[in-house]
């Protein structure tokens, strides 16, 4: 079974930073790629930052600039690193991993409990 365990949200005012974690724990697995996603009161889930096994990035058009994804020395672990907040930032953000398990032919996908970002003054 495989578990994916973020952390790093809480309150930030206006303009300040926060980062984000995402860890895949469990065995016999191997992770592809991984992602954050974010859904706001009253909305859909939308991406926010997604990295391919391949290393290539795509971000929302609405985080570009402001936000990075990168992949942590374990291959297993994602972070987000996001400056300039804003309070349409405000969301709770999830980690996406796309997974396959020993033995499987196709991946599956993973996600996170979500970690709450507040974007205040």
């Not at 949200?9 to 303009?15: E, F, N, T, Y």
């Not at 065995?27 to 009161?41: D, E, I, K, L, N």
């Not at 020395?73 to 398990?101: H, I, K, R």
Request: with cysteine.
């Amino acid at each position: 079974q495989v578990q994916l365990v973020e952390s790093g949200g809480g309150l930030v005012q206006p303009g300040g930073s926060l980062g984000l974690s995402c860890a895949a724990s469990g065995s016999g697995f191997t992770v592809y790629h991984m992602g954050w996603y974010r859904q706001a009161p009253g909305k859909e889930r939308e991406l926010v930052a997604r990295l391919t096994s391949g290393r290539d990035t795509n971000y929302a058009d609405s985080v570009k600039g402001r936000f990075t994804i990168a992949r942590g020395n374990a291959t297993n672990t994602v972070f987000l690193l996001m400056n300039s907040l804003q309070p349409e930032d405000t969301a709770v953000y999830f980690c996406n991993g796309y997974v396959l398990l020993r033995g499987d032919v196709a991946g599956t996908n993973y996600w996170g409990e979500g970690t709450r970002v507040t974007v205040s003054s």
